[in-house]
Structures are given as C-alpha cells and as structure tokens.
C-alpha cells in the first residue's frame, strides 16, 4: 500500500522526461509573431510601425486601447500574442488617422463612440468607476485604522501592572519552584 523512499528516485527516465516537459511548456506555449495581414518578418523588433512621432502616438493609443476579440489586451499586444483579426484593423484605423492630421484624443474619442468606454484600457473616472478608482485607497486606509486600533488595545490590555506587596506565600512557592529548578539542572561542565 506504501512505497518505500527508495521506489521512487529523482532520477528516473519518467521523472526526468516530466521535469524536461515543465521546463519546456511555456517556451512550446509562446507565440511565434503575428501571422496577420500587414505583418513584415523582415521589420526590426520595435519598428513595426512605430518609429517617428506618429509610430509613438500610434503606440501610444494602440496601449490604451482594449482590443475586443475577448483577451483584455492593449490592441498593441494582442497583435503580437494572440494573433488576432481585430487589432491589425484597429491598429490600421489608427495609423490612417494619424497620417490623416487627426489627434489622438478624437481617434480615441471615435473608438468609444464605436464601441463604447469598455475599449479603454481604464475607465474614465466618473460614475460608477469612481467606485473602481477609490474602493482600494478607501479599504487600505479603514484596514491600517482597524489593525492601529486592534494594536493600541492590545498594547493597553497587555502592560503589566506594578505589585505593590508580595505575600509571605507567593515568596516561599517561588523560593521552591527555583530550587526545584537548580536541582533538576546539573552542572554543565
């Protein structure tokens, strides 16, 4: 019913062809690059569409805005992880519109309009989502007053309380318990 230590070894082909295979998953699990359309396998890593000033603002956009294709990703990374068929289109639509003249506030402004404040990245504050932006600095604070006030109670119930008499015999009771002590303990040489 029990196996012995020695049945099961760490080096063992199984054990080690296991090991190889948790080691090796998330490198099997990455993405290659994008397959999409527009995609350039000869582009450097960081050129792809974003040099100069308009590569920045389209950068810049592209992380601020949520692709819709279900991965909660910036449209900048969705491109290069999930491989989808949203955000080349919307990456496109923002580089036409930045080549166009037009700023970034109002590309960003059409996006919502199109699909509402659930593209942003983070929600503009107002609302409800004034709930999402101050409920963690509202719980951090109550949570340090809660532990300062659980602190300062146990630091009032836990000091002691001077003795002002000492009884003959609590004196004798610890006159014995010390010398039960003394001989229990042997010389340490």
């Known amino acids: 019913m029990f196996r012995s230590r020695r049945s099961w070894r760490l080096t063992s082909p199984a054990t080690l062809a296991l090991f190889a295979l948790a080691l090796a998953a998330p490198a099997l699990a990455q993405s290659t690059g994008p397959v999409h359309r527009g995609y350039d396998p000869t582009a450097t890593i960081g050129g792809h ?14 992380r601020g805005l949520k692709c819709n294709c279900s991965c909660n990703l910036d449209v900048h990374s969705c491109q290069f992880q999930m ?46 989502n004034l709930v999402g932006y101050l409920l963690p600095a ?49 010389p340490d040489w």
């Open 49 to 62: 569409f974003h040099e100069g000033e308009l590569g920045e603002l389209a950068l810049v956009l592209e």
């Open 138 to 186: 509202v719980a951090i604070v109550t949570a340090g007053m809660f532990i300062g006030l659980f602190l300062a109670r146990r630091r009032a119930s836990e000091a002691p309380t001077p003795v002002r008499e000492v009884r003959a015999e609590d004196v004798e009771r610890l006159r014995e318990a010390l010398k039960k002590l003394e001989e229990s303990e042997g």
């Open 83 to 128: 491989q989808c068929g949203v955000s080349p289109g919307w990456s496109e639509r923002i580089r036409r519109s930045l080549q166009a003249g037009e700023s970034p506030e109002a590309i960003q402004a059409g996006f919502v309009a199109d699909f509402g404040t659930t593209v942003l990245m983070s929600p503009p504050p107002e609302g409800f």
